[in-house]
């Protein structure tokens, strides 16, 4: 049971590069979560899914891009990478959305930087 | 103003101190509320969480909540080395689906 997954754990791009983020679970969680973490600002929504074949926006989903085509994996996009965007991206999951009886469990993040 | 405000630290205390973390909330529909502890460069796990106002206990680890006011803190007794992290609170409404978070308190505890 490996719980949630990252690939790749560090990246640096060029302004203008894309690249894909992949998230997994093995845990049959129906909700899907990618954060970014900036320091002094906390961990920020940037997209969630709550069951394959849906997403919806965060607190800052501009530049980002997400699907769910399976349920245990949820990827996030950059089309055209920013400086901006430079951070760190957690993925997280629960088994529901409201949190009673739920923990959100976190991957180990993936380090950006934009150059 | 932010929904969720914690200082930022960072806290210094010597083994065995008791360690006062707190966050303020500005959303009075906030009705769970949770603190992640994160290790340096890995992803924050859950510590504690409550739903109500008052006290709950794990070990070393109180967590308490006042609705009232729209603060809650964690205490940590006869602090150790590895309780060295960063502590984030974490809060949701009844009927959310998402999370939200303070920015952390970076905590270090000297031998």
């Known amino acids: 049971n490996a719980g949630v997954t990252q690939t790749p754990k560090f990246r640096v791009l060029k302004t203008g590069q894309s690249m894909t983020l992949l998230c997994a679970q093995d845990?049959?969680?129906?909700?899907m979560y990618w954060y970014r973490q900036d320091p002094g600002m906390g961990l920020r929504l940037i997209h969630y899914s709550v069951g394959e074949g849906t997403t919806a926006k965060g607190e800052v989903p501009d530049g980002y891009n997400v699907s769910r085509l399976k349920k245990q994996n949820f990827l996030l996009g950059l089309e055209s990478a920013a400086p901006s965007q430079t951070s760190v991206y957690f993925c997280?999951?629960?088994?529901?959305?409201?949190?009673?009886?739920?923990?959100?469990?976190f991957g180990p993040g993936t380090r950006l930087t934009v150059l | 103003q932010k929904e969720v405000e914690q200082d930022p630290g960072p806290l210094s205390v010597p083994e065995g101190a008791i360690v006062s973390l707190n966050c303020t909330y500005s959303n009075s529909a906030f009705q769970y509320f949770m603190w992640y502890r994160q290790y340096s460069r890995k992803g924050p796990e859950l510590l504690m969480y409550?739903?109500?106002?008052g006290n709950k206990e794990d070990g070393r680890f109180t967590a308490q909540v006042d609705k009232s006011s729209k603060y809650i803190s964690l205490f940590i007794r006869d602090s150790q080395p590895s309780d060295s992290a960063t502590y984030l609170c974490?809060?949701?409404?009844?009927?959310?689906?998402?999370?939200?978070f303070g920015p952390g308190t970076r905590l270090s505890v000297l031998p």
């Open positions: 997280a999951s629960t088994f529901r959305g409201t949190f009673k009886d739920n923990e959100q469990f």
């Open positions: 845990m049959n969680h129906e909700y």
């Open positions: 974490a809060m949701i409404n009844n009927y959310g689906q998402n999370f939200v």
């Open positions: 409550t739903y109500s106002s």
